[in-house]
């Protein structure tokens, strides 16, 4: 039986804004995406993530700065850093003198699973408001930086950052790019190349047209320009390096 859905449709129609009115997001709304989040499927219901809103304008603007010079996170109304957080249960357990294991790559990726499941509900409940979201990736970059703007203790982490607003009507009627076919993202059992006919199918599913060998070498080299030979790449992988250094133990257990 075909029902509508709201929730599908809500997931199914979200794409990210960058533009927002200057409508405020009230109290109100701000305590049901906290909500949302703070709900959202957890490691052994630890919670380990923390939530930094950045209020501070002067701190916005180095964000902004910092994150690949993206202004339209500095007049973002919502600004959330989502980040991996052990250290809370660590200084539980040290109060009662408990000991654990030394600090691994491991505990940095949950915690980092946790944060982004949390962020994403944040998403989901914003929309749901008519509240549009972008995801800043570039927080993972410049991390020595960030520790000190934000004054972020060991085992702590940025793992994401979120801007939230009121999207303007153009942000609204902005076609939302067309995703990979369910078919061609599900591996069953086990993992098998699907080569390029899926990239294909997106590329004609996007453009309403036959798409070429030449179209899709076109696409592939401007996305690896844009994405994995760039200077923020470089800059990404090298701040990564710097917080599995911070937050793993000198001694590994194994």
């Given at each position: 039986?075909?029902?509508?859905?709201?929730?599908?449709?809500?997931?199914?129609?979200?794409?990210?804004?960058?533009?927002?009115?200057?409508?405020?997001?009230?109290?109100?709304?701000?305590?049901?995406?906290?909500?949302?989040?703070?709900?959202?499927?957890?490691?052994?219901?630890?919670?380990?993530?923390?939530?930094?809103?950045?209020?501070?304008?002067?701190?916005?603007?180095?964000?902004?700065?910092r994150c690949d010079h993206q202004p339209f996170i500095a007049k973002a109304p919502l600004v959330w850093i989502f980040l991996?957080?052990?250290?809370?249960?660590?200084?539980?357990?040290?109060?009662?003198?408990?000991?654990?294991?030394?600090?691994?790559?491991?505990?940095?990726?949950?915690?980092?699973?946790?944060?982004?499941?949390?962020?994403?509900?944040?998403?989901?409940?914003?929309?749901?408001?008519?509240?549009?979201?972008?995801?800043?990736?570039?927080?993972?970059?410049?991390?020595?930086?960030?520790?000190?703007?934000?004054?972020?203790?060991?085992?702590?982490?940025?793992?994401?950052?979120?801007?939230?607003?009121?999207?303007?009507?153009?942000?609204?009627?902005?076609?939302?790019?067309?995703?990979?076919?369910?078919?061609?993202?599900?591996?069953?059992?086990?993992?098998?190349?699907?080569?390029?006919?899926?990239?294909?199918?997106?590329?004609?599913?996007?453009?309403?047209?036959?798409?070429?060998?030449?179209?899709?070498?076109?696409?592939?080299?401007?996305?690896?320009?844009?994405?994995?030979?760039?200077?923020?790449?470089?800059?990404?992988?090298?701040?990564?390096?710097?917080?599995?250094?911070?937050?793993?133990?000198?001694?590994?257990?194994?």
């Amino acid at each position: 039986m075909n029902k509508e859905n709201d929730v599908l449709e809500q997931l199914s129609g979200r794409k990210s804004v960058r533009v927002f009115t200057d409508e405020p997001i009230t109290e109100e709304e701000r305590e049901q995406i906290l909500t949302a989040a703070s709900q959202a499927p957890t490691a052994g219901g630890m919670q380990l993530y923390s939530i930094l809103e950045i209020r501070d304008p002067k701190i916005k603007e180095v964000l902004a700065e910092r994150c690949d010079h993206q202004p339209f996170i500095a007049k973002a109304p919502l600004v959330w850093i989502f980040l991996a957080d052990r250290r809370k249960w660590q200084e539980l357990f040290s109060d009662y003198g408990i000991a654990t294991d030394p600090m691994t790559e491991a505990d940095l990726f949950l915690a980092m699973d946790d944060a982004l499941i949390a962020a994403q509900n944040a998403v989901t409940a914003a929309w749901s408001l008519g509240i549009g979201s972008c995801y800043i990736g570039d927080i993972l970059e410049h991390y020595e930086e960030n520790k000190e703007l934000l004054h972020l203790p060991r085992y702590t982490a940025p793992c994401c950052m979120l801007v939230f607003g009121k999207p303007v009507q153009q942000q609204k009627d902005r076609v939302k790019p067309v995703r990979l076919a369910n078919d061609d993202l599900v591996h069953v059992d086990v993992y098998n190349d699907k080569g390029k006919e899926p990239f294909v199918r997106q590329m004609e599913a996007e453009r309403k047209r036959p798409v070429s060998e030449e179209d899709l070498k076109a696409m592939a080299a401007d996305t690896a320009r844009r994405k994995f030979t760039s200077d923020f790449h470089t800059e990404m992988a090298r701040s990564v390096r710097a917080i599995l250094a911070d937050w793993c133990d000198e001694k590994d257990p194994a």
